[in-house]
């Protein structure tokens, strides 16, 4: 199992960035699938979920109607849109899949983790 994810930068504030997270190994649409964050001297958060057929989407609340979550079966890939970009956004961005087909914020519920991101927001 791997995951890939890509879409990281530097932009200022209030821009918008795509991560997207290509999966390969197994069996995309069997799984949910969640972003996290860690900043540096931080510990890592959930940031939002998508559940295996793309139904129920959560979000946390320092992202939630700012952040979209979206995926692609066909293309075994998950993406977070992420707008109106913060300074506190700063962090590296990581995608997993989960152990279940159902959305989970608890990172216990994850069995694979990929490599991250970074996303940088100048003020």
């Known amino acids: 199992v791997q995951l890939q994810a890509s879409g990281g930068g530097l932009v200022q504030a209030g821009s918008s960035l795509r991560l997207s997270c290509l999966g390969s190994g197994f069996t995309v649409d069997y799984y949910s699938m969640g972003w996290f964050r860690q900043a540096p001297g931080k510990e890592r958060e959930w940031v939002s979920c998508?559940?295996?057929?793309?139904?129920?989407?959560q979000y946390a609340d320092p992202v939630a109607g700012r952040f979209t979550i979206s995926r692609d079966n066909a293309k075994d890939t998950a993406y977070l849109q992420m707008n109106s970009l913060k300074p506190e956004d700063t962090a590296v961005y990581l995608c997993?899949?989960?152990?279940?087909?159902?959305?989970?914020?608890?990172?216990?519920?994850?069995?694979?983790w990929g490599q991250g991101t970074e996303v940088t927001v100048s003020s």
């Open positions: 997993a899949r989960s152990k279940f087909e159902y959305c989970y914020s608890r990172q216990s519920a994850y069995a694979f």
């Open positions: 998508i559940s295996s057929g793309g139904g129920d989407t």
